[in-house]
C-alpha cells in the first residue's frame, strides 16, 4: 500500500460475539482503500456476513473497533454510515416492499431527506444504469430474480454511497446474469466506487478483484492478490475454497514440469506460456 | 426479537437436557399451572424461583434472562394496565401477581423451547397419540419461530441500512416504519411455506404407509424422579396452605 492511498474502512482488532454465545469474529484486522475491489472469501461461517454488517454499523464490534472515513462505527449511527457504505443483501426478497419499482428506489432517498426532483432524477439515472426504467411502475414482485438482483443494487446505487458492498452478488444465478453483475461491477469502478465482494466464486473474483481476503473460523488467514492468494493451496485449503479452473490445469502442467509457475489466472497467460513451451520443445521451429 | 431468541433451540450438556422431552413438558406445564392457578404473591416467587433453578440447572439462566428483558416492554404494560385501576397497595401487589404470572409462563415454555427441537416435540406428540397430521403442523409452527426470528432481524438490517429509523420518531411513524417489514416478511413466508409443502410432497409426506422412526424417546429413572418431585413440590404447596 502506498502512502497516497487512502483508507476509507479500518478496521482494527475486532471481535463481535453474537447473543446466542457464537463468537463469529476474533481480533480481525485490516482495511479497504478508496476506489479498490476487494473480495472477502472463506467457508460458510467464516464470519464474513458479520464483518461487513460492521461497516455500517449494523453490528458493533464487541471489542476493538472500525473506523468508517475516520468515523467510529461504535458511536455513529446506522443511517448516518449507511450514506458511506451501501449494503446489497444477498437475497433480493429480504428488502423489496414498494408497490412499484420507482418507489423502491426511492425509498432510501426518502429517508436521507434527498428533495423529490432530486430523487426523481437520482431514480431514473440508477434504473438506467442497470437496464431497469422500463419496469418503473410494475410492482417489484413482478421481476425475475436477476432484476429483482439488480433492483436491490440500484436502490443502493441511487443514493451514491462511496463503498458498495455486495453480499454473495452471483450465487444463484446464471452466466449470463453473472455477466451483466460484471458489467456492473465494472461500471461501479469506473465511477469510483470502492467495492466489497462477499463471494465464494473464485473464478469471479480473478477477473475483477485487486485484493482478496480469506476468513476461517472468524479469522483472517491470508490476503493479497488473486495470483498470490488463490494459488496458495494451504491458504484454499484451509478458506474451504476451490482453486480456479486455470490454477488447477496449470498445476497439473507444472507437476509434470511442462510449466515454470502455475500462478496464471488469465487464459491468454496460460495459453501464452503453453505455446511458447511447445515451441522450446520443437527448437522453436513449431508452427504454432 | 430477544423474546422470540428465547424460543430458539440450543442443545446444551445438562441433567436438564438428558430428561426426556416429555417429561420436560410437564414440568413446565405444571409450573405454568401453579402460576395460573394461584393468586398469592408469595406462591409466584416461589414458582418464579423453580423455573430459574430449573434454567440454572439447564445452563440457561442467560438466554432466558435476555427473552424476559426483550418482554420487558409487555411486562410493564401487564403492569400498569392492573395497577391504573385500582392504584393502592392491593392494586400494586395483584398488578405484581399478574406480572409474575406472565413470567413464569414465558420462562417456563421458553426454557421447554430452547431445550427441546421441534423435531423432539413431533415424535413427543405421536409417542401420546396425536396424528402425524397435526403433530407435523405444530411441529413446523413452532420450527419456524426462530426462522422467523432470523428473517425479521435480515429484513429489518435490510430496511435500516438504506437509511430507516425503525425506531425513531412518533409512534405514528413507528407504525408505518414496522409495515415496511412486514410486506417483504409476509411474501417471503408465503413463498417458504409454498416451497415447503411442495418439499413435503416430493418427498413422500401423505403417503397412506406408517412412517417409521429413527430416534425413539426414552424414559428414564431421572424422568421419574423429575416428576415425582414436581408432584410432590405441588403437594407441599398444597399442604402448607401456598394453593
Same mark, same amino acid.
Given at each position: 500500500?502506498?502512502?497516497?492511498e487512502e483508507?476509507i !474502512?479500518e478496521?482494527?482488532?475486532? /471481535?463481535?460475539? /453474537?447473543?446466542e454465545g457464537?463468537q463469529?469474529?476474533?481480533?480481525?484486522?485490516?482495511?479497504?482503500l478508496?476506489?479498490?475491489?476487494?473480495a472477502? #472469501?472463506g467457508?460458510n461461517?467464516?464470519?464474513?456476513?458479520?464483518? !461487513?454488517?460492521?461497516?455500517n454499523?449494523?453490528?458493533k464490534?464487541?471489542?476493538?473497533r472500525?473506523?468508517?472515513?475516520?468515523?467510529?462505527?461504535?458511536?455513529t449511527?446506522?443511517?448516518?454510515?449507511?450514506?458511506?457504505?451501501?449494503?446489497?443483501f444477498?437475497?433480493?426478497d429480504?428488502?423489496?416492499?414498494?408497490?412499484?419499482?420507482?418507489?423502491?428506489?426511492?425509498?432510501?432517498?426518502r429517508?436521507?431527506?434527498?428533495p423529490?426532483?432530486?430523487?426523481e432524477?437520482?431514480?431514473k439515472?440508477a434504473?438506467?444504469?442497470?437496464?431497469? /426504467?422500463?419496469?418503473?411502475d410494475?410492482?417489484?414482485? #413482478?421481476?425475475?430474480v436477476?432484476?429483482?438482483?439488480?433492483?436491490?443494487?440500484?436502490?443502493?446505487?441511487?443514493y451514491?454511497?462511496?463503498? !458498495?458492498?455486495?453480499?454473495?452478488?452471483?450465487a444463484?444465478?446464471?452466466?449470463?446474469?453473472?455477466e451483466?453483475?460484471?458489467?456492473i461491477i465494472?461500471?461501479l469502478?469506473?465511477?469510483?466506487?470502492?467495492?466489497?465482494?462477499?463471494?465464494?466464486d473464485v473464478?469471479?473474483?480473478t #477477473? /475483477?478483484v485487486?485484493?482478496?481476503?480469506?476468513m476461517?473460523q472468524?479469522? *483472517?488467514i491470508?490476503?493479497?492478490?488473486?495470483h498470490?492468494?488463490?494459488?496458495?493451496?494451504n491458504?484454499?485449503?484451509r478458506?474451504?475454497?476451490?482453486?480456479?479452473?486455470?490454477?488447477?490445469?496449470?498445476?497439473?502442467?507444472?507437476?509434470?514440469?511442462?510449466?515454470?509457475?502455475?500462478?496464471?489466472?488469465?487464459?491468454e497467460?496460460?495459453?501464452r506460456? *503453453?505455446?511458447?513451451? #511447445?515451441r522450446?520443445?520443437?527448437?522453436g521451429?513449431s508452427?504454432? | 426479537?430477544?423474546?422470540?431468541?428465547?424460543?430458539k433451540?440450543?442443545?446444551?450438556?445438562?441433567l436438564?437436557?438428558?430428561?426426556?422431552?416429555r417429561?420436560r413438558f410437564?414440568?413446565?406445564t405444571?409450573l405454568?399451572?401453579?402460576? @395460573?392457578y394461584?393468586?398469592?404473591?408469595?406462591?409466584?416467587l416461589?414458582?418464579?424461583?423453580?423455573v430459574?433453578?430449573?434454567?440454572?440447572?439447564?445452563?440457561?439462566v442467560?438466554?432466558?434472562?435476555?427473552?424476559?428483558?426483550?418482554s420487558?416492554?409487555?411486562?410493564?404494560?401487564?403492569f400498569?394496565?392492573?395497577?391504573?385501576?385500582?392504584?393502592n397497595?392491593q392494586?400494586?401487589?395483584?398488578?405484581?401477581?399478574?406480572?409474575?404470572?406472565f413470567?413464569?409462563?414465558?420462562?417456563?415454555?421458553?426454557l421447554?423451547?430452547?431445550?427441546t427441537s421441534?423435531?423432539?416435540?413431533? @415424535?413427543?406428540?405421536?409417542?401420546?397419540?396425536v396424528?402425524?397430521?397435526?403433530?407435523?403442523l405444530?411441529?413446523?409452527?413452532?420450527?419456524?419461530?426462530?426462522?422467523?426470528?432470523?428473517? @425479521?432481524?435480515?429484513?429489518?438490517?435490510?430496511?435500516?441500512?438504506?437509511?430507516?429509523?425503525?425506531e425513531?420518531?412518533?409512534?405514528y411513524?413507528?407504525?408505518?416504519?414496522?409495515v415496511?417489514?412486514?410486506?417483504?416478511?409476509?411474501?417471503?413466508?408465503?413463498?417458504?411455506?409454498?416451497?415447503?409443502?411442495?418439499?413435503?410432497?416430493?418427498?413422500?409426506?401423505?403417503?397412506d404407509v406408517?412412517?417409521?422412526?429413527?430416534?425413539s424417546l426414552?424414559?428414564?429413572?431421572k424422568?421419574?424422579?423429575?416428576?415425582?418431585?414436581?408432584?410432590?413440590g405441588?403437594?407441599?404447596?398444597y399442604f402448607?396452605?401456598f394453593?
Amino acid at each position: 500500500m502506498s502512502e497516497s492511498e487512502e483508507k476509507i !474502512i479500518e478496521i482494527d482488532n475486532v /471481535y463481535y460475539e /453474537y447473543p446466542e454465545g457464537i463468537q463469529a469474529l476474533r481480533g480481525v484486522t485490516n482495511y479497504v482503500l478508496r476506489g479498490e475491489i476487494v473480495a472477502i #472469501m472463506g467457508e460458510n461461517g467464516a464470519g464474513k456476513t458479520t464483518l !461487513i454488517k460492521h461497516f455500517n454499523g449494523l453490528l458493533k464490534p464487541t471489542r476493538g473497533r472500525i473506523k468508517v472515513k475516520d468515523k467510529d462505527t461504535r458511536k455513529t449511527s446506522v443511517a448516518e454510515l449507511s450514506r458511506i457504505v451501501g449494503i446489497v443483501f444477498q437475497n433480493p426478497d429480504h428488502q423489496l416492499f414498494a408497490e412499484t419499482v420507482f418507489d423502491e428506489v426511492a425509498f432510501p432517498l426518502r429517508n436521507f431527506g434527498f428533495p423529490e426532483d432530486v430523487i426523481e432524477n437520482r431514480v431514473k439515472w440508477a434504473l438506467n444504469i442497470l437496464e431497469l /426504467y422500463q419496469y418503473c411502475d410494475k410492482s417489484p414482485f #413482478m421481476l425475475s430474480v436477476g432484476e429483482r438482483k439488480r433492483l436491490a443494487i440500484a436502490s443502493v446505487l441511487a443514493y451514491d454511497p462511496e463503498v !458498495i458492498v455486495l453480499d454473495e452478488p452471483t450465487a444463484g444465478q446464471d452466466y449470463l446474469q453473472k455477466e451483466k453483475i460484471s458489467e456492473i461491477i465494472k461500471l461501479l469502478k469506473l465511477m469510483g466506487k470502492t467495492i466489497v465482494l462477499v463471494t465464494h466464486d473464485v473464478e469471479f473474483v480473478t #477477473m /475483477y478483484v485487486q485484493r482478496i481476503i480469506v476468513m476461517s473460523q472468524g479469522k *483472517i488467514i491470508a490476503e493479497g492478490p488473486p495470483h498470490r492468494v488463490l494459488t496458495d493451496y494451504n491458504v484454499i485449503r484451509r478458506g474451504n475454497l476451490l482453486p480456479p479452473q486455470l490454477v488447477r490445469i496449470s498445476r497439473a502442467l507444472y507437476g509434470k514440469s511442462l510449466l515454470d509457475r502455475y500462478d496464471y489466472l488469465s487464459v491468454e497467460d496460460l495459453s501464452r506460456e *503453453i505455446i511458447s513451451k #511447445m515451441r522450446e520443445a520443437n527448437g522453436g521451429t513449431s508452427s504454432i | 426479537m430477544e423474546a422470540l431468541r428465547a424460543f430458539k433451540t440450543i442443545k446444551k450438556d445438562s441433567l436438564y437436557d438428558r430428561l426426556d422431552p416429555r417429561t420436560r413438558f410437564f414440568l413446565s406445564t405444571v409450573l405454568a399451572f401453579l402460576a @395460573i392457578y394461584s393468586s398469592r404473591l408469595d406462591t409466584q416467587l416461589i414458582v418464579l424461583t423453580c423455573v430459574l433453578s430449573l434454567s440454572f440447572m439447564a445452563k440457561r439462566v442467560r438466554v432466558i434472562l435476555r427473552g424476559l428483558y426483550g418482554s420487558l416492554f409487555l411486562l410493564v404494560l401487564i403492569f400498569t394496565l392492573n395497577f391504573i385501576f385500582t392504584p393502592n397497595l392491593q392494586g400494586a401487589i395483584y398488578a405484581l401477581v399478574m406480572t409474575l404470572r406472565f413470567t413464569t409462563l414465558i420462562t417456563s415454555f421458553a426454557l421447554f423451547f430452547n431445550s427441546t427441537s421441534p423435531e423432539e416435540i413431533g @415424535i413427543a406428540l405421536e409417542g401420546v397419540g396425536v396424528p402425524r397430521d397435526f403433530s407435523l403442523l405444530i411441529n413446523m409452527s413452532f420450527r419456524f419461530v426462530p426462522t422467523l426470528a432470523n428473517d @425479521i432481524q435480515i429484513v429489518s438490517d435490510a430496511l435500516r441500512s438504506r437509511g430507516l429509523e425503525l425506531e425513531k420518531g412518533r409512534l405514528y411513524n413507528r407504525i408505518k416504519n414496522y409495515v415496511y417489514l412486514l410486506v417483504p416478511l409476509i411474501i417471503f413466508e408465503v413463498r417458504r411455506s409454498m416451497m415447503i409443502a411442495e418439499a413435503l410432497e416430493a418427498r413422500g409426506y401423505g403417503l397412506d404407509v406408517k412412517p417409521t422412526r429413527l430416534v425413539s424417546l426414552k424414559f428414564t429413572w431421572k424422568d421419574c424422579l423429575a416428576i415425582v418431585l414436581a408432584l410432590l413440590g405441588t403437594f407441599l404447596l398444597y399442604f402448607f396452605g401456598f394453593l
